[in-house]
T-cell receptor, first 115, second 112 residues
């Protein structure tokens, strides 16, 4: 099983809503990532969890709150978002430290629209 | 700081023709280099990677890439393109820690 599963695939929310994006992998990977991808742009790293601990936060606004309940799950909690936060949010995982393996396994993404 | 440049935003090739997508990187040490492909509305899939050793790297779907340190390049090639290769291609460099820095991407269109 080489899948990273993201739910929901599409999400529309108002600026006052609270919602969550979910990501799951059962490959035994110990590093998980959130990327944000705007249209016609490359993915931009938001957060990295390594062994269930937050290891990188790329100065992401606090309206995005990541959570890693266990080694298979990664959540991104959303609150008071702005329309410019509309994007494709990609979850990825890697077996261990990226520098050792190089390969990220990506989910298909959650397309978020903020009204 | 690490950076990746993909000079071609769009490339159009005829089906069956050869393909080369350009990638130049900036990194102080020996780089870890990758090519990923993204179909519309999908996540990214790794095509190939270079860590060390043989500078010509073979990947999936018939792709290969050559690392040239003197030119700071890692160009992606395929001898004969298929219509299903139409997608966006991202070159990336592995930076310190668990970071992957992506280039801006090249959109490949395939003419039948």
């Amino acid at each position: 099983d080489t899948e990273v599963t993201q739910t929901p695939k599409h999400l529309v929310m108002g600026m006052t809503n609270k919602k969550s994006l979910k990501c799951e992998q059962h490959m035994g990977h110990r590093a998980m990532y959130w990327y944000k991808q705007k249209a016609k742009k490359p993915p931009e790293l938001m957060f990295v969890y390594s062994y269930e601990k937050l290891s990188i936060n790329e100065s992401v606004p606090s309206r995005f709150s990541p959570e890693c309940p266990n080694s298979s799950l990664l959540n991104l909690h959303l609150h008071a978002l702005q329309p410019e936060d509309s994007a494709l949010y990609l979850c990825a995982s890697s077996r261990e430290r990226l520098a050792n393996t190089g390969e990220l396994f990506f989910g298909e993404g959650s397309r978020l629209t903020v009204l | 700081a690490q950076s990746v440049t993909q000079p071609d935003i769009h490339i159009t090739v005829s089906e069956g023709a050869s393909l080369e997508l350009r990638c130049n990187y900036s990194y102080g040490a020996t780089p870890y280099l990758f090519w990923y492909v993204q179909s519309p509305g999908q996540g990214l899939q790794l095509l190939l990677k270079y860590f060390s050793g043989d500078t010509l790297v073979q990947g999936i779907k018939g792709f290969e890439a050559e690392f040239k340190r003197s030119q700071s390049s890692f160009n992606l090639r395929k001898p004969s393109v298929h219509w299903s290769d139409a997608a966006e291609y991202f070159c990336a460099v592995g930076a310190r820690g668990n970071k992957l820095v992506f280039g801006a991407g090249t959109i490949l269109r395939v003419k039948s």
